[in-house]
């Protein structure tokens, strides 16, 4: 079976078609999902215009399940069966969750070999584990998407708090393939904000994302090195978020009903909701408004008419503003930086809106946060961005720049060379392709070795598969359209296919390119190809020169047994001797003799050639008039 041969070396990757895919922001309070049109990351929203989506999921008494804003109307009415902050127990125990006081939910202890020591909830659906909970939130982003853009995903990046440990994220990947995605990676949140700002583009710094969502505080702080981003730290209260800023309101409320009743009774549970909702929506009005009116009828009929300025919900909250800062200092404090190290801040999650807060955050780091896109979007947006890119659908200059791979991929070729695809150093993702063509007549199969490492010879790199594209259609030396892709994702997994063009046949196979490579072998290939560089281009171009004499004998042998007769015997002796004195050259080693004996065959079968085209031209129009001829 003969090997590839490259048509031309050196092809670039052609435009992929467009894929559907999406980033995935599976949030606490809410969740989006997003994706780029146009070269644009956009957030997509369901058929009534609502882009957020509460990751909220009720169990209904007629065996369906309401995900979003459905579910959570009926929250206070059957809290039992309406999960929600699901997250807070993804890839938990019920050991982990310390605090159970004001959780409705009835947990269980999983007790299968799979889910031992996992909690369950009991719902009146049965017992249901957070991770068949989150995957009713990603099956509804998922159809959102689907609908939306009018086709099936190929994939999709969901984001995970950096913090999050092994479990959590196996949790995540977990949901998500019970919600039937295909996860492309999942990133962490931080980062996912630093890509929606582009800052992966930016010079190289450091950068901090304070995210302060519904229920939780996180502070990363990340470098960026030549376009990757390196978590320095991390901090931040798990029980600290817009919810506490509510709760705030709700306790002042509660004593404003006090002040005004002599028989006050401690609320049920509905009116602690309704009220709750109240004091939410009264927190975000005061984000634009100076004073916010907090008007509802509890169940045991009073009225409540209050109305809470902008200064007094300041003075109520600002011991939840600089409890924020406290982690903020320990992870500046980790990360041995002071704030003015600090290149910019994004802010990220919806309670971020508050002025109090972005006053806080500029204070502290002398310098005006990010704000510029929307703080719910923007780890969504982010994730769209990785997403398009782990796709294939973005031009191979504007790739994320997340990691490298470190030695070059390549393949196989004539003479045992290796042709590098993908080179050392390329940035993940990354897909190359890259076009042969078949060596011999007839050849309907073709090997195909995988490599890796920076010498010019297959024996010197490292084999890392091989794998056989069979059925290609018999053709013409040359005529088959063979494309090899090579794709590297950011987990690092290097896939690679071959597809015959004109016949469509393909085959494929994932390979681990660093697997079982230390970074001391890694080193010793790399210093073996940087000693060992002038060597391999010589033989590097022996090679060449043999494999390039080897196609033009078998050609020309071919073509003295088909038309010998066009030749007189003097023209064919001499074409004879040159082939023999080729053929002798081929046994020694010397790449500049074998080329000037092909130039020589090549000369002396010059007129050869001509007198056979000639031929064959009078063949096919041997018998046929010229109306008959489709000129
Ligand atoms: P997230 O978890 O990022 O969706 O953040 C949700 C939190 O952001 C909730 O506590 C919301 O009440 C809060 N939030 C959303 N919009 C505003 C706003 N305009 N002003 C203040 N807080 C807001």
């Known amino acids: 079976m003969a090997l590839l041969q490259i048509s031309e070396p050196g092809q670039s990757a052609a435009p992929h078609q467009h894929k559907l895919a999406v980033g995935i922001d599976l949030g606490t309070t809410n969740s989006l999902v997003a994706t780029v049109r146009s070269g644009m990351s956009t957030v997509l929203q369901d058929e009534y215009g609502h882009a957020l989506l509460p990751s909220v999921v009720r169990y209904l008494p007629n065996g369906e399940i309401a995900v979003g804003h459905e579910a ?51 719902t009146r659906a049965g017992l249901k584990s957070p991770v068949e909970i989150s995957a009713e939130i990603l099956k509804t982003l998922k159809a959102r998407a689907e609908k939306s853009l009018g086709g099936e995903l190929v994939g999709a990046v969901i984001t995970v708090p950096a913090y999050f440990d092994d479990a959590q994220r196996q949790a995540t990947k977990d949901a ?19 890509v929606a700002y582009g800052l992966d583009n930016a010079a190289e710094g450091t950068y901090v994302i304070y995210d ?115 982690p903020t200092r320990k992870a500046m404090r980790d990360a041995n930086l002071t704030p003015g190290e600090i290149k910019g801040v994004v802010l990220v999650g919806g309670a971020t809106r508050m002025p109090h807060i972005r006053h806080a955050v500029q204070e502290y780091f002398k310098q005006e946060p990010l704000t510029n896109l929307d703080p719910d ?14 796709a294939g659908n973005r031009s191979d200059d504007d790739l994320l720049l997340l990691d490298v791979t470190p030695l070059s991929l390549g393949l196989e070729t004539m003479g045992g060379l290796v042709e590098k695809i993908i080179p050392r150093n390329s940035t993940l993702p990354i897909a190359r392709a890259q076009e042969f063509t078949t060596f011999k007549d007839g050849q309907t199969a073709m090997s195909i070795h995988v490599l890796q490492g920076e010498r010019e010879l297959v024996s010197d790199c490292r084999s890392l598969a091989r794998f056989e594209l069979r059925g290609i259609p018999p053709m013409a030396a040359g005529a088959a359209r063979i494309r090899v892709t090579f794709t590297v994702d950011a987990d690092g997994l290097l896939s690679v296919s071959a597809r015959e063009t004109t016949s469509n046949v393909q085959a494929n196979i994932v390979v ?17 190809s940087f000693s060992a560089a002038e060597s391999d281009k010589q033989a590097r171009a022996l090679a060449e020169a043999k494999v390039e004499a080897e196609s033009l004998l078998t050609a020309i042998n071919a073509a003295l047994e088909r038309d010998g007769d066009l030749l007189n015997s003097i023209e064919r002796q001499e074409i004879v001797s040159q082939i023999n004195a080729l053929q002798g050259l081929l046994q020694a080693g010397n790449s500049h003799a074998i080329h000037q004996a092909t130039e020589a065959l090549n000369t002396v079968t010059e007129s050869f050639a001509a007198r056979r085209m000639d031929a064959s031209v009078s063949r096919a129009l041997a018998g046929k008039n010229l109306d008959s001829l489709e000129l």
């Open 72 to 122: 959570q109307a009926q929250q206070s009415s059957d809290p039992v069966n309406t999960i929600v902050s699901v997250k807070r127990f993804m890839g938990r125990s019920l050991n982990d969750i310390a605090d159970r006081a004001h959780i409705p939910y009835r947990f269980v202890e999983g007790t299968d070999a799979q889910s031992a020591r996992l909690l369950l909830i009991q």
């Open 176 to 194: 998500a393939r019970l919600a039937g995605l295909n996860v492309l990676r999942l990133l962490n949140e931080p980062t996912a904000a630093a």
């Open 212 to 326: 302060l969502g519904g229920g939780t505080f996180d502070v990363s702080i990340l470098k960026l090195t030549k376009g990757v981003f390196e978590v320095l730290a991390t901090n931040g209260d798990s029980a600290l978020g817009g919810d506490d800023f509510d709760h705030r309101i709700y306790c002042w409320v509660l004593d404003k009903i006090r002040e005004n009743s002599s028989n006050f009774t401690p609320l049920g549970e509905q009116d602690t909701r309704l009220l709750l909702t109240k004091a939410r929506q009264a927190k975000e009005w005061l984000t634009d408004n100076f004073e916010a009116q907090i008007v509802c009828r509890l169940s045991n009929g009073t009225l409540v008419d209050v109305t809470l300025t902008a200064p007094q919900f300041v003075e109520l909250t600002q011991h939840l503003v600089a409890k924020t800062l406290s």
């Open 377 to 390: 979007k923007v780890v969504a947006l982010g994730a769209a961005i990785q997403a398009n890119a782990l």
């Open 512 to 528: 681990k390119p660093s697997y079982g490579l230390s970074e001391e072998q890694i080193l010793a290939m790399l210093q073996s």
